[in-house]
């Protein structure tokens, strides 16, 4: 049944089987493949001596050339530890003031800092430090906690309402939704703040009713809120308690959000870096969220 | 499952099963209450289920590429969720991977494979019960799947989303897709089975043991859909991987090897260049994709001696991989001239090209240097659509335009017009998606490993991201050309079953009886 013939076009003689009408030709395989499979066993036998490769029962053949990547990672993780101490040491022991006159260092600085930002950081307080609701601005020149760099360099370190046992505490209590102040009183206090913020906000239009009410919510400010956010209300960096004469807000300052912050309270959150981040990176960060703002304390 | 489900999305899953199976058998007592095929009609081969399987694999294909299209936006307008959960990247990509992979390449396997088993054994399918069973029961399986991932159901394992039960039932129907095709070729009338046949054997038996193995799972409850693996750590990695890569090789590459052995001399009639590179090919690319897996875990904690058995056995691949690019590519020789005016024979051309280079990409991002610059970026995505878009999707393509015409018994397709500018929008959406990937890729790559003098990094991760915006802009558009060019092929498919005339000498289907020749594609 199965009878060869020769193929008119390349003149290999076919194999004599047929499939509904597909044929084979019996060419010899080219000796251009031939040579490249003996090439590549050729390469994979040589990758085998030299190289960790064939299982033997619990252990493994080692390779001649003694390559181990765990060894290898270790060895250039330490190479790059004593290539970087050289500048990490000096950041960690010097104050601020020192560093920022040491031109080589702040160099290292202002090189290591955007990256180290946009890692770690800019997933909440925006890529330039925008901030954005709930996630404080960091390109302006208002601090929650102060714009000393120690007072920085120490939120980074413990967080702020976070799990370390030295975190900063900030909270903003629940008038409303704990019964201290009536609903009448917080908007009459939302009128009075609004008042003293420099936020323009059209609905303060002035009535002898608003006046009023502004009147009220400034007892009930000196009351219940002068004690953190201080009379004059522009803040207390001991507690974290935010400026209200600017405008600025971190939750809104529209009637609204300030009604429902005065009704249930806010308390952000800040994660402690101090396990995440060296000290040599809290520094480096340090001088660079004081740099975002372009005026400020600027390394 | 619908009722007693613990959670909604397996009460949900339960509903779907309850309602395709409902479908299912209103259709069956449908087929039954029709007459019983004729001794004279069993003569005949067997294929409507091949009708059937080309159309589901044209509406997985519109809706894979569509939701393909819709992800490669997201990652450059991330705002294009809606904000709804189902359309986040997370649920809607395996719903791209499955939907391309398993329900357009799949079903495209399944009816090819129905169609060039019985062609080259010269027999019918042994029954008409189960070749519907395998075909609408992996489709039932897709269905599950790809509304799982919608629901949030996944076991996060890639290209292995479907959780267990959907699991277990694919296990049921490829089994029977198994047995049909040994039964099949039991039933030849043809002394030697050919080539194609045993890639397709190769490609079915080889995914039950992948798909069994990395599926080994135990529920949390049978009346829930959350299981988890029985493999844990390095070894759940490994054996992901292994079955990751086997799937590539196995059902990205082998079934549809089988199907280039058959449709490309078909088409180009010219015999196969060499049936000893079909041997040495077939037993190289069985043999040593097996160990290659590997190469998805370098620099991990994967011990380095599996790594290196993973970089060898890679670039021994190559060979073989060539060896049936090359056998594929030479047997045009003596055709060239149908490849210059026949579109759909340059599909299949094509194909075999884009095959030896995304092989050779393949087996050099399996060295450990390069793929220390390569893995985790954009790269291995622009190589994976090297091999899906250039070679599995261009061999689909110029497949069912030589198939439609056959089983269906038109004269042509019905518009040649069509499918030569689906050529080019396919060639030149694949050209700008892998340039795209491949700038991409190397860019993300270059700048992860940027370091300042000081041993910093000089890049932070959201500037690489960053960077990637005008390239994934380009990768949707060079999908959408992708996709626009399958809806042609779906609405050219469709004109062609309706509105081209029957051909004037086959009027009825090819019999398969000893005496008389197969004719239908024959003469086509």
Redesign the interface.
């Given at each position: 049944m199965s009878v060869s013939e020769r193929d008119k076009y390349s003149g290999h003689m076919t194999t004599g089987h047929e499939w509904n009408g597909i044929k084979e030709l019996n060419t010899p395989v080219p000796k251009i493949l031939i040579a490249c499979l003996s090439a590549a066993f050729l390469f994979a036998i040589g990758y085998w001596v030299l190289m960790p490769a064939w299982p033997l029962g619990d252990t493994f053949t080692k390779g001649t050339l003694g390559f181990d990547q765990r060894k290898h990672l270790a060895q250039q993780m330490i190479e790059s530890d004593n290539n970087q101490t050289r500048w990490t040491d000096p950041i960690e022991q010097l104050d601020f003031d020192a560093i920022r006159d040491n031109p080589q260092l702040m160099a290292i600085v202002r090189e290591s800092g955007p990256a180290l930002f946009e890692d770690n950081c800019a997933m909440c307080h925006g890529n330039n430090g925008d901030g954005g609701k709930y996630f404080p601005k960091l390109n302006d020149t208002s601090w929650l906690w102060g714009a000393d760099p120690n007072a920085i360099l120490e939120t980074l370190a413990v967080g702020i309402n976070s799990a370390h046992p030295d975190t900063r505490i900030a909270l903003m209590p629940a008038f409303g939704s704990s019964g201290v102040l009536s609903a009448e009183t917080i908007d009459s206090l939302v009128l009075y703040i609004q008042s003293i913020s420099t936020t323009e906000t059209s609905s303060t239009t002035e009535t002898t009713t608003t006046a009023e009410n502004i009147n009220a919510g400034q007892a009930a400010y000196s009351m219940y809120c002068a004690g953190c956010h201080a009379q004059d209300g522009s803040g207390n960096i001991e507690v974290g308690a935010p400026n209200l004469t600017d405008d600025y807000w971190i939750y809104g300052g529209d009637s609204v959000a300030l009604t429902a912050t005065l009704t249930d309270g806010r308390s952000g959150h800040m994660p402690a870096w101090e396990s995440r981040l060296s000290l040599s990176e809290r520094k480096i960060l340090t001088f660079y969220v004081l740099s975002l703002n372009g005026v400020g304390d600027n390394p | 499952m619908a009722l007693a489900g613990h959670d909604i999305g397996f009460q949900l899953q339960g509903a779907v099963i309850v309602t395709a199976a409902l479908v299912t058998l209103g259709a069956l007592f449908s087929i039954r209450s029709q007459p019983e095929a004729t001794a004279e009609e069993l003569t005949y081969y067997y294929d409507a289920p091949i009708k059937a399987g080309i159309y589901l694999s044209l509406i997985w294909a519109m809706l894979g590429m569509f939701v393909g299209v819709w992800v490669a936006l997201l990652l450059a307008y991330p705002e294009l969720t809606f904000d709804y959960a189902w359309a986040s990247l997370g649920r809607l990509r395996p719903v791209h991977t499955s939907g391309v992979i398993f329900g357009f390449g799949g079903n495209a396997l399944i009816a090819t494979s129905f169609h060039v088993v019985q062609?080259?054994s010269?027999t019918r399918l042994p029954d008409q019960l189960s070749p519907w069973f395998v075909l609408l029961g992996f489709n039932l399986f897709c269905l599950v799947a790809a509304t799982g991932y919608l629901l949030g159901i996944t076991q996060s394992k890639e290209y292995a989303e479907p959780e267990w039960y959907a699991d277990i039932w694919l296990v049921i129907v490829w089994v029977t897709y198994l047995v049909l095709y040994l039964r099949t070729l039991a039933r030849r009338q043809?002394?030697?089975i050919?080539?194609a046949n045993w890639y397709y054997l190769a490609f079915i038996l080889v995914v039950a043991v992948l798909h069994i193995i990395n599926n080994l799972a135990v529920p949390v409850s049978f009346l829930g859909s959350k299981s988890y693996s029985l493999f844990s750590g390095v070894q759940d990695a490994m054996t992901q991987w292994w079955y990751g890569h086997n799937a590539v090789a196995f059902f990205l590459t082998s079934g549809f090897l089988g199907m280039l052995y058959?449709y490309l001399?078909?088409r180009a009639e010219?015999?196969?260049?060499?049936?000893?590179?079909?041997i040495?090919s077939f037993w190289?690319i069985t043999f040593m994709y097996m160990w290659a897996g590997s190469h998805h875990l370098h620099?991990t904690a994967l011990?380095?001696?599996v790594?290196?058995?993973g970089?060898?056995?890679s670039?021994?691949l190559?060979?073989?991989s060539?060896?049936s690019a090359?056998n594929a590519l030479?047997t045009l020789?003596?055709a060239w001239h149908r490849v210059r005016d026949d579109a759909t024979l340059r599909f299949m051309m094509v194909a075999a090209v884009f095959y030896g280079i995304s092989t050779f990409e393949g087996s050099f991002m399996a060295i450990r240097p390069v793929n220390s610059l390569s893995h985790y970026t954009d790269w291995t995505i622009g190589h994976v659509h090297a091999g899906v878009l250039g070679w599995v999707a261009f061999i689909v393509f110029g497949t069912f335009y030589s198939l439609v015409p056959w089983i269906w018994h038109r004269e042509r397709m019905y518009s040649l017009i069509l499918i030569e500018v689906h050529f080019w929008l396919a060639i030149a959406g694949t050209i700008i998606y892998l340039i795209a990937m491949w700038n991409a890729g190397i860019t993300q790559g270059i700048m992860w490993r940027t370091y300042?003098e000081?041993?910093?990094?000089?890049?932070?991760?959201?500037?690489s991201f960053v960077a990637m915006h005008p390239y994934y802009v380009a990768r949707a558009f060079g999908g959408f050309l992708f996709l626009v060019g399958a809806a042609l092929a779906f609405y050219n498919i469709v004109m062609t079953v309706r509105h081209v005339p029957l051909a004037r000498n086959v009027t009825n289907d090819a019999s398969v009886g000893p005496l008389s020749v197969?004719t239908g594609?024959?003469t086509a």
């Open positions: - | 062609r080259t010269r043809e002394p030697h050919y080539v058959y001399p078909k010219r015999p196969i260049y060499s049936y000893r590179m079909s040495i190289g620099y011990p380095q001696w790594q290196t058995l970089v060898t056995f670039v021994m190559l060979v073989p060539w060896g090359g030479m020789n003596g300042n000081s041993g910093t990094l000089t890049y932070s991760f959201l500037e197969p594609e024959a």
